[in-house]
Every structure is written in structure tokens, then in C-alpha cells.
């Protein structure tokens, strides 16, 4: 059972362009909704992260947009730029019990052209 | 912050054999986990390193094939056992200091099962 469902697998975008990838969740206890980016070769970094209590969280050139009736969350990234060029993870985990795991997405490679 | 330090960063493995992987943290932290990423895919979470006690596994992993050592709060090993090509993917340690935060990768080890 996949409790977090991210798409599109692939985006390619033009530099300057705008990014959006998202994301839905089955699980109402889900309440900490991050995103991950990472580099060939490398492991995940955080890039941005939300929780329910907010509908939107900005960094730079980096925004979630959180819909908490929907289930679902998004990442826009601005004026996208090629080296913004990596895969992006969506994640999710709740903090009830001592279940401090994160359920990813599938992940979207993002691909900036110049 | 942690720095995470993964050894091998990869290996060329013959089947039959096994295989440990060491993480180790610049500062103590509560969780440790274990990731299985295959190329291009997601990250599939093998089990959470219990300082003192058992690892907890996810589903479809076993203790057999993956065991797991945590002695301290800044060190632990993942051991692939008996190895098939299936087994070939990369790797990843992550640590988080408390729940709802952010989660640190190490680089990864990338396995190759020949």
C-alpha cells in the first residue's frame, strides 16, 4: 500500500520556468510533510518542509502549498534553474507512538533546460 | 546538523557472500534507519537501528538477511547476507535527533552483485 502518491515521475522544464510537483497521502495522522532533493550520486537533502497547522511555507525560490481537506501537498519551484536539476522526493511521518519513520514518494526527476 | 559517514561508498560483491556497511555520526541521535534505493527508483526503509535492542524491520525484510548492529548513539552496521543479484542497490543510513524533524542521509553505498 503506497501511502504517498507523488506525480508526474518526470517533469522537464525551461530555465525560468515554474516547477510543480505533488503530492496526496492516505493517512489523517500524517502531520510533517517534507521535501526532498537529491543529486546523482548522493544522498537526500531537505529542501523545505511543512506541517498541517500552515497552508503554505515559503523558502526563496522554493513554496509548499499544503491542502489539508484534500490530502494533498505541493512543491512549486520559481524561476527553475538548470541546476535545480535533481530528483524530488515528497515524505510524510506522524508523530504518534515511537513511529518516527518517513513513507517517501516515488520520487519526480526534475530537468531544467538552459 | 549530523554528518553522516557511510563505509564502503561502493563494492562489487560475488553472490553467496556478505556484505557490512558501516554509518557513523559526527553527534549522538535517537533514530537510525536503514534505506534500500534502487537506481532511479524511491527509498524503501529496510528497518530502524534500536541502540541495545533489536532492529525493527519493515515489511519483507528479515533479520536473517539484514542484520543489524547499533552499540552506540553514533554508529551502526547494515550486513546484506547471502547476496543475490537481487540484492544489488544503493544504501543509505539516515538519522533524525527527534520525531517531526529532519531526517540526514549519508552518500550511500552503492552495491553491485555479480
Known amino acids: 500500500q503506497q501511502q504517498v502518491k507523488q506525480s508526474p515521475q518526470s517533469l522537464i522544464v525551461q530555465k525560468g520556468g515554474i516547477s510543480i510537483i505533488n503530492c496526496a497521502y492516505e493517512?489523517?495522522?500524517?502531520?510533517?510533510f517534507p521535501w526532498y532533493q537529491q543529486f546523482p550520486g548522493k544522498g537526500p537533502a531537505l529542501l523545505i518542509a511543512i506541517r498541517p497547522d500552515v497552508s503554505e511555507k515559503k523558502e526563496g525560490r522554493f513554496t509548499i502549498s499544503f491542502n489539508k481537506s484534500a490530502k494533498q501537498f505541493s512543491l512549486h519551484i520559481m524561476d527553475s534553474q538548470p541546476g535545480d536539476s535533481a530528483t524530488y522526493f515528497c515524505a510524510a511521518s506522524y508523530s504518534g507512538g515511537s513511529n518516527y519513520k518517513l513513507t517517501f514518494g516515488k520520487g519526480t526527476l526534475l530537468t531544467v533546460n538552459p | 546538523s549530523a554528518v553522516i559517514s557511510q563505509k564502503p561508498s561502493r563494492d562489487i560483491c560475488q553472490r553467496g557472500t556478505s556484505l557490512t556497511i558501516q554509518c557513523q555520526v559526527d553527534s549522538q541521535v535517537t533514530m537510525m534507519f536503514w534505506y534500500r534505493q534502487q537506481p532511479g527508483q524511491s527509498l524503501t526503509l529496510i528497518a530502524t537501528a534500536n541502540q541495545g535492542s533489536e532492529a525493527t524491520y519493515e515489511s519483507g525484510f528479515v533479520i536473517d538477511k539484514f542484520p543489524i548492529s547499533r552499540p552506540n548513539l553514533t554508529f551502526s552496521t547494515l550486513t546484506v547476507s547471502n547476496m543475490s543479484p537481487e540484492d544489488s542497490s544503493i544504501y543509505l543510513c539516515s538519522v533524525r535527533f527527534a520525531v517531526n524533524t529532519e531526517a540526514f542521509f549519508g552518500q550511500g553505498t552503492r552495491l553491485t552483485v555479480v
Open positions: 493517512n489523517t495522522a500524517f502531520d510533517y
